[in-house]
């Protein structure tokens, strides 16, 4: 990864935080938000545990990881 990748990824997470939205779950609150951003980018976010996604799913889980 270079330091673009690291940009691109920050830049992303911040974009997801600041466009989602809470949902009341049985015990306890999620920040949800759409996914429309670069596949490789959500991936690498995965991956490194800031977020959680399904592959069927338009919308990604923003965990409490920081």
């Known amino acids: 990864m270079d330091a673009n990748d690291a940009v691109v990824e920050e830049l992303t997470f911040l974009l997801l935080y600041l ?13 949800r938000a759409w996914k429309g ?3 490789e980018t959500l991936d690498a976010l995965e991956a490194k545990g800031f977020i959680t996604q399904g592959r069927r799913a338009k919308s990604a889980y923003l965990t409490t990881r920081v």
């Open 37 to 39: 951003y670069r596949f």
């Open 19 to 31: 466009t989602s939205w809470t949902e009341n779950v049985p015990g306890t609150t999620v920040r």
